[in-house]
């Protein structure tokens, strides 16, 4: 991308969401004018797919663009402090290029936000319209924090050379970014936090306290949810973005480049996803207290094959970034000292992936209930949050000692108390595996209110602590260690790339899919016990279809990221070819 | 370079082909319909009644996703096999009608909570569940018939149930 001048950038971009918002009013207007009358309950419908799945694939993809120009900014902005700080020219230069990047795919978001500002209130009019009655003034509030967020994205990219000797102003510039996304994000979370454990309205629907309906039990811990699930979404696109540099790149320094950025960006992106079941333990708990009935709904019953597919989806991601680390021990000298313990954590992986993978109640026929209760008699006892929790904990442990084998790997500690140290690391392991899974045993014997509210933050507390205890005692024992030999950085297969490209195409398939679930989650309403879906797609379609249009979404979703990339290629070839010149 | 990204181009392809393959062959494939409204005829039989009830609890009335069927560690709630000889001892404890405290327990749930358990049934009559009156005194039906005599008739115990809603749980 060429550097213009900041003024004539920052006009572009406040011009560019303009003539996109003005386009979509436009359109709503004529649509509005000229299309049939909605029905009498209040829909029009879409042609051939229908108007649900229409809604969905572009919600999904504008979702899906808003979690990357709301994550990526985070760590963007965390690598340009570090770069600054540290004197690092390299942490610097990564810092801009996930700047290019999230500039770039902000006219995407807004297009693909556009194109939903015109679709909901054509297609669902009733439903808007009692929206905007209870949160109307949140959505002129969006609009206003769009801009500012527009005005401050173009200046920080078009400023970066420019204030290259006032960092610490320019770093300020990119914290005010990230304000105003994690404000645009409480916004949007307050919307579908009402729509899912609505209040702050009477049974009919009629707006008693517009407070209430913002601050609903979903609210916080949903966007807590988003915010640190678009950290690891954006840093998975970056991933993705190095690994398609890396494979196209045509010089050593090209590849070493990009092999290192994804590297940290895959760092990133699972460093974050480590909190990540934490955060939406604590959702489920608030829908729970919300409504126990839409809780075990969702973990249960219709979806459990989803949740099933779900555990499929991380334990592949799981297995993507093991690969990864494994593969990556090639090129750190001394990491071969460190191939045996592969197999190990491969078999914990897998028994863990194992145990995730098995369903607890599934969808029965009355028959069938009538035979074996409400739970599979053996598969039931196995298949419950008990031993999930201790499973997904175990293996993510599994996962971060692979990562912690990775840093270590080209080091030999000097410290005095080194095999103190090494012994001290190996308690630390067994002991939180062994407290996880005790208590994993533990819970079977307690009632689900003791478990959910008590062991289960305590499972996931003893891991925290322990990959804590892990990082610092590693950072204090090869402090000053003697560096076998620098990481060999560009040297990688061409697969390890596929390994960090899977990452993201799972990680995207996985949000599209849990959006649909928690969207599902309403069931047959629109405003969960509020106001009624009686349109002819008020009803949760099979897991097959679902599973197509998130594979669309997906893919749609990637076309238009290699649109992205593409041009970001094109825009420094050009800048290059000016320079030239 | 190209080779490279055509790889790249199948990786994506084939882990998303992968994915819609399990949703499509794997997963079992039924939709979640809304349920039906159920409309009583007067005099329907009491065994007929049983039935529909049953219908409703493992159906639109959504009990199963916490009763379990057989009493288990850490129940969320009582267990059906027994729960209409259960709630017969419980009314007779707290000197209540049999009739009027099973009324309450689907209107008013709070109000009497089953001891060791939390307060997280709602009341099934209105949204999301809305059961209307006739599917209320099936529910009652097939409790009752879970260990103790069905009581309940349609439309008999109309009147009882309507003044229990007015006085104990709204509208």
């Known amino acids: 991308m060429a550097e213009k001048d900041i ?38 419908f879409f042609p051939v797919i229908g108007s649900r799945v229409w809604v969905w694939i572009v919600a999904q993809l504008h979702l899906n663009f808003a979690a990357f120009v709301l994550g990526v900014p985070i760590f963007a902005v965390t690598m340009e402090f570090l770069g600054w700080r540290r004197k690092d020219e390299r942490l610097d230069r990564i810092a801009y290029d996930f700047t290019k990047l999230f500039t770039l795919a902000y006219t995407l978001t807004a297009v693909m936000g556009a194109v939903l500002m015109v679709s909901l209130p054509i297609l669902y009019p009733k439903f808007i319209q009692h929206l905007m009655k209870v949160l109307g003034p949140t959505w002129w509030a969006y609009i206003l924090f769009m801009y500012g967020e527009v005005f401050v994205c173009y200046y920080y990219f078009y400023s970066w050379h420019r204030m290259k000797d006032r960092k610490g102003l320019h770093v300020l510039l990119g914290v005010l970014l990230n304000v105003m996304g994690t404000i645009l994000l409480l916004i949007t979370s307050s919307w579908v936090g009402y729509m899912t454990t609505p209040a702050g309205v009477t049974e009919t629907g009629e707006l008693v306290n517009r407070w209430q309906a913002i601050k609903t039990y979903m609210w916080i811990p949903l966007s807590l949810h988003r915010l640190v699930a678009n950290v690891v979404f954006g840093a998975g696109i970056a991933a993705a973005y190095a690994a398609f540099r890396f494979i196209t790149a045509t010089t050593p320094e090209e590849k070493a480049y990009y092999d290192w950025m994804g590297y940290t960006s895959a760092m990133i992106a699972i460093g974050f996803s480590l909190i990540l079941p934490g955060i939406g333990y604590l959702l489920g708990v608030e829908i729970y207290a919300f409504n126990e009935q839409m809780g075990i709904q969702l973990m249960g019953g219709f979806y459990a094959w989803l949740w099933v597919m779900q555990a499929i989806l991380i334990g592949a991601i799981l297995f993507f970034i093991n690969y990864y680390l494994w593969i990556s021990l090639n090129k750190m000298p001394g990491g071969e000292r460190y191939f045996r313990y592969v197999k190990f954590l491969f078999i914990v992986v897998l028994l863990g992936y194992a145990i995730w993978l098995t369903p607890h109640s599934v969808a029965l026929s009355l028959e069938e209930a009538r035979r074996i209760g409400s739970y599979h008699p053996v598969l039931g006892k196995l298949g419950v949050m008990a031993s999930k929790n201790t499973a997904v904990i175990i293996s993510y442990m599994a996962t971060f000692i692979s990562f912690a084998i990775f840093r270590m790997s080209n080091k030999e500690p000097t410290v005095s108390w080194a095999s103190m140290g090494k012994w001290l690391r190996v308690l630390i392991i067994v002991a939180s595996t062994g407290v996880v899974l005790f208590l994993g045993v533990y819970s079977y014997m307690v009632p689900s209110v003791t478990r959910v509210k008590v062991l289960s933050p305590i499972q996931f507390g003893v891991f925290l602590l322990s990959i804590l205890a892990l990082y610092i005692l590693d950072s204090r024992m090869f402090k000053g260690a003697r560096v076998i030999g620098e990481p060999r950085w ?27 679930m928690r969207s599902g989650g309403r069931q047959y309403w629109h405003v969960y016990g509020i106001l009624k879906d009686t349109s002819p797609d008020a009803y949760l379609p099979a897991h097959g279809v679902a599973s197509v249009i998130v594979t669309l979404v997906t893919l749609l979703f990637f076309l238009m990221v290699a649109f992205v990339f593409w041009s970001v290629m094109k825009l420094e070839m050009i800048a290059e070819q000016r320079r030239a010149k | 370079m190209k080779t490279g990204v055509i790889k790249l181009l199948i990786v994506v392809l084939g882990i998303n ?30 065994d007929d009644l049983v039935l529909l009830g049953e219908e409703i609890v493992f159906g639109k009335g959504q009990c199963m996703v916490c009763h379990p069927m057989k009493p288990e560690t850490g129940m969320r709630a009582p267990a059906i096999a027994t729960i209409g000889a259960d709630m017969k001892k419980e009314a007779e404890k707290r000197g209540i009608p049999y009739e009027e405290y099973l009324f309450i327990a689907l209107v008013a749930p709070s109000k009497y909570v089953a001891e060791g358990y939390d ?48 006085r104990e749980g709204g509208s």
Do not use: C
């Open chain 2, 17 to 46: 082909i992968f994915f819609a393959y399990i949703g499509l062959y794997f997963l079992p494939q039924s939709e979640s319909r809304p349920p039906k409204e159920l409309k009583l005829a007067p005099g329907v039989s009491q």
């Open chain 1, 7 to 44: 003024k004539k950038g920052v006009l572009k971009g406040l011009l560019k969401l303009t003539l996109i918002l003005g386009a979509g009013f436009l359109l709503l207007g004529i649509l509005g004018r000229i299309l049939p009358s909605p029905t009498e309950d209040g829909y029009r």
């Open chain 2, 119 to 166: 307060d997280i049934m709602p009341p099934v009559h209105k949204p999301p569940t809305s059961l209307n009156e006739g599917e209320l005194i099936a529910v009652a039906a097939y409790l009752q018939s879970r260990g103790g005599t069905v009581t309940v008739k349609y439309p008999d115990s109309l009147e009882q149930l309507r003044e229990i809603i007015r």
């Open chain 1, 490 to 516: 560009g040297q990688m297969p061409e697969r390890s790339q596929y390994a960090l490209i899977g990452i993201t195409v799972t990680f995207t398939w996985l949000m599209g899919m849990m959006g649909y």
